[in-house]
Structures are given as structure tokens and as C-alpha cells.
């Protein structure tokens, strides 16, 4: 199935509005339904982004008309999957300007993808005394796998302190890369305060001492593009459900000198050249780190969704979301007691909020009534619920198919919390 969407040429059809706003939205099925009797506001996009129709479409195709196993057969199906799995594997490479195929490997996740680093790259280089180097507003998945292998390997996790508006503190940061720094694991953009931490200027810093760097890009390349080669980082992980693909897979990309170097993360079918209870031999990158059958229908349909993202293009992405980001702030602004957890100047349209003393799980529940679905919870980021010193916040999260008559709807439920509970 073709989108409807048609390629953008021009900035002055770039703006995502009116009657073009209205085809992006018709290609998400989801988001034409109602919940609880009232159309479904869907503010929930740092969790997961809905899917278009051709991604749908592409999942269904696979099973229905070459459902085979890649890599292995020399049937007409098996040739027809593989052709389209190592399709969207140059396609990654591609959208992110990786030097070439070779260094996209495919995950389950952003979560996959950091756990394959820190057990294949980090238990290579780590000592014991080694020190790890986090962010205050990392994901969970940026810090448990990071904090099980310095418990194995004794090693130390240093964290770069934020301030009150969840910006990084740059000087603080550059004192504390060390002869044993061996690794700094950043994200790039903030699951909870919304904040694009200067990724090119922490990597510039740690590459004067050496040191790698491993980027988390789940809340980014939905939103904005990136560059691998432009940014040099040595890792870069996301996700594909988090930028409208499917759930169960992800993406590492490594810079092919790494790569090459790094031991298989699991032992299975097809990462190897020859078996024998003896010896085993392993496949070059990056097939030596993608043991057992795949993930080749959710590989596959990954592909739609970089090519639905490409259609619309990141500079209309970026200039609409941030008008939702501008006009929601100030409207959230006037409703008393509220207050917006995490102000940095660069961010992305992600609004972190409490509503004086009501838990944002009531927040939520009430929100939902009204059809309008945010996340409430620590996010996965107990630090820095820790940090504001907050047991939890509610979340709404924007993506390109929102519109500002559903922030108006988010502010009127709003205006209801208060009314019921405040």
C-alpha cells in the first residue's frame, strides 16, 4: 500500500497544516478512533509512535506473500525476504550517514543495542577502577547495563550533574573525563524534559582524551536528522517503534574500526561460517552480532517508516513540532500551579509537568476520560524524578500528526483535573 502523503519539495509546502495535516493523519489508522466516547488525542509519543498504513501494510504483506527465513535459502522466497531485510539495512545506513552498510546491525531495541555494547566493546576495554561516564538524565536503559558490567568488572559509573532547567553542565562534565574514563554513554535527547544535550561538543571533548562515546538516540531521529559521520560518534542506538516502526526492533551502528574488533553478543544460527564441537569460526560484522532468525517483518517494515519520515522532511518535522512545543508551554503556563519540569533552551516538544499536589497517575486517569492519552509515571528515569525531587510527572509528547486543536483539548482536560481535584 502507497501512502498517500506526497513527496515535499518546497519549504512553502513543507508546513504541516490544513488540508496536507489531514492526509498525515488519515494515513494512522488509531488515530481515528474514539476512546471513551470522545476522539483519541494520542500525546503519549516519547513511549511509542503510532504507525502508517504502509508500515502496517508492509507486516501484512511479509507474512501473506513471501513469509521465508533470510540469509539461508535459495528459494524464490527466501531471495525475495532477504533482497528486502538487507534493503532497509542500506537504507539505515543511508538516514544516517554511516560510512557504509557494514556498521548497522540489527536489535530488538535502543535497549538491545546498549546491553550488545557493554557486553561484547565493554568488557573488552574494562578494568577494574575504569570508569563509565553517564548523564543525570539518562534512561533507564542507559544505566542498568552500564551499572551490571562496572559490578562485574569493578569498574566506577561518574555522572555528569544537570541543573534546574535539565541542562548538562559542559564544565563539570569535561573535569570529570580522566585517564580512566573508557567510555561516555549520552543521550541525545531526553525521554523526560524534552532536552537535545550538544552531542557534537561532549563528543569533541571526550575524542580529545580518546575516549568513545555511545550515543542514545531513541528520543531523536524521529524528530530531527542525524548525521553519524557529521557527529563521529563511535555508537549510535535507537528504536524503531519510537519513529513510527514497528515494536521489536532496533538499530546499533558502530564505527566499522570498533565493529570489527567487538566478539559476537550471542551464539546461534547464522552468525557463524562453520560449527564444530571442537572450533566454531564467526561471520564478519555485522552478521557476526545478529545470532538466530530475525526480526525480518518488523526489518522490513522499518523501512516504510524512514521512507514515510523522509516524505514529510525533518526541517517541516521540527518547524511544526516546535510551534506545538511554543504554543502549549504558554498555554500550560496559566493554569495555576503547574509547573514544567525541565526549561533548557534546545528541546524537543516534550512537556514534563505537576499540578500542585495531584499525583500525576490521577493527572492521567482524568486526561484518559477525556480521551486524551499522556504518560504519567518516572519515565523510566528515576534519577531524575530523584534529582526535582518528585515521585513522578505526567507527559505529553508530540509527534508530526498532532495538531494545536488537540493541545486545546489537553489544556480543557487539564482545566478538569483541577476542577475535580484541586
Given at each position: 500500500m502507497k501512502s498517500?502523503?506526497?513527496?515535499?519539495?518546497?519549504?512553502?509546502?513543507?508546513?504541516?497544516?490544513?488540508?496536507?495535516?489531514?492526509?498525515?493523519r488519515k494515513d494512522f489508522p488509531i488515530l481515528q478512533q474514539s476512546v471513551h466516547g470522545?476522539?483519541?488525542?494520542?500525546?503519549?509519543?516519547?513511549?511509542?509512535?503510532?504507525?502508517?498504513?504502509?508500515?502496517i501494510e508492509a507486516l501484512k504483506s511479509f507474512y501473506e506473500v513471501y513469509n521465508a527465513n533470510v540469509h539461508r535459502g535459495i528459494h524464490t522466497l527466501s531471495e525475495k525476504a532477504t533482497e528486502r531485510f538487507e534493503h532497509t539495512r542500506q537504507q539505515v545506513h543511508t538516514f544516517l550517514n554511516s560510512t557504509n552498510e557494514k556498521e548497522i546491525v540489527f536489535t530488538r531495541g535502543a535497549t538491545e543495542a546498549i546491553n550488545l555494547v557493554?557486553?561484547?566493546?565493554?568488557?573488552?576495554?574494562?578494568?577494574?577502577?575504569?570508569?563509565?561516564?553517564?548523564?543525570?538524565?539518562?534512561?533507564?536503559?542507559?544505566?542498568?547495563?552500564w551499572r551490571l558490567l562496572a559490578e562485574e568488572k569493578k569498574a566506577l559509573i561518574r555522572v555528569i550533574p544537570m541543573d534546574l532547567q535539565g541542562e548538562l553542565d559542559l564544565n563539570a562534565y569535561e573535569k570529570l573525563l580522566s585517564p580512566r574514563t573508557r567510555l561516555v554513554a549520552i543521550t541525545h535527547v531526553s525521554n523526560v524534559l524534552g532536552t537535545v544535550n550538544p552531542i557534537e561538543q561532549i563528543i569533541q571533548l571526550a575524542?580529545?582524551?580518546?575516549?568513545?562515546?555511545?550515543?542514545?538516540?531513541?528520543?531523536?531521529?524521529?524528530?530531527?536528522?542525524?548525521?553519524?559521520?557529521?557527529?563521529?560518534?563511535?555508537?549510535?542506538?535507537?528504536?524503531?517503534?519510537?519513529?513510527?516502526?514497528?515494536?521489536?526492533?532496533?538499530?546499533?551502528y558502530a564505527k566499522?574500526?570498533?565493529?570489527?574488533?567487538?566478539?559476537?553478543?550471542?551464539?546461534?544460527?547464522?552468525?557463524?561460517?562453520?560449527?564444530?564441537?571442537?572450533?566454531?569460526?564467526?561471520?564478519?560484522?555485522?552478521?557476526?552480532?545478529?545470532?538466530?532468525?530475525?526480526?525480518?517483518?518488523?526489518?522490513?517494515?522499518?523501512?516504510?517508516?524512514?521512507?514515510?519520515?523522509?516524505?514529510?522532511?525533518?526541517?517541516?518535522?521540527?518547524?511544526?513540532?516546535?510551534?506545538?512545543?511554543?504554543?502549549?508551554?504558554?498555554?500550560l503556563l496559566k493554569i495555576p500551579n503547574l509547573k514544567i519540569i525541565g526549561t533548557a533552551k534546545e528541546k524537543e516538544a516534550v512537556l514534563s509537568m505537576t499540578l500542585g499536589d495531584i499525583h500525576p497517575h490521577d493527572i492521567g486517569t482524568i486526561l484518559d476520560e477525556e480521551g486524551v492519552a499522556v504518560r504519567a509515571g518516572?519515565?523510566?528515569?528515576?534519577?531524575?524524578?530523584?534529582?526535582?525531587?518528585?515521585p513522578a510527572t505526567a507527559r505529553a509528547s508530540f509527534a508530526f500528526y498532532n495538531t494545536q486543536e488537540e493541545i486545546d483539548r489537553l489544556i480543557k482536560a487539564l482545566w478538569k483535573v483541577l476542577e475535580v481535584l484541586g
Open positions: 498517500s502523503l506526497p513527496m515535499q519539495t518546497s519549504s512553502l509546502k513543507n508546513e504541516l497544516e490544513g488540508e496536507y495535516l489531514e492526509k498525515i470522545k476522539p483519541l488525542v494520542y500525546l503519549d509519543n516519547s513511549a511509542t509512535t503510532q504507525k502508517p498504513k504502509t508500515v557493554a557486553q561484547t566493546y565493554g568488557r573488552q576495554v574494562l578494568q577494574p577502577g575504569d570508569e563509565i561516564l553517564l548523564s543525570a538524565m539518562e534512561h533507564h536503559s542507559n544505566i542498568v547495563p575524542h580529545r582524551q580518546n575516549i568513545p562515546v555511545l550515543v542514545d538516540g531513541a528520543q531523536a531521529v524521529a524528530h530531527r536528522l542525524v548525521n553519524v559521520q557529521s557527529l563521529d560518534c563511535d555508537f549510535y542506538v535507537f528504536s524503531g517503534h519510537k519513529m513510527f516502526g514497528p515494536t521489536g526492533v532496533g538499530v546499533l566499522e574500526s570498533i565493529l570489527k574488533n567487538m566478539p559476537p553478543y550471542q551464539g546461534g544460527g547464522e552468525m557463524i561460517v562453520t560449527v564444530s564441537f571442537d572450533h566454531i569460526t564467526y561471520k564478519s560484522h555485522p552478521y557476526r552480532f545478529e545470532a538466530g532468525t530475525p526480526a525480518i517483518a518488523e526489518v522490513i517494515a522499518l523501512s516504510e517508516a524512514i521512507t514515510y519520515i523522509q516524505k514529510i522532511g525533518f526541517s517541516s518535522i521540527q518547524e511544526h513540532e516546535n510551534r506545538l512545543l511554543d504554543y502549549s508551554t504558554q498555554a518516572h519515565h523510566c528515569a528515576q534519577p531524575v524524578m530523584d534529582f526535582f525531587d518528585i
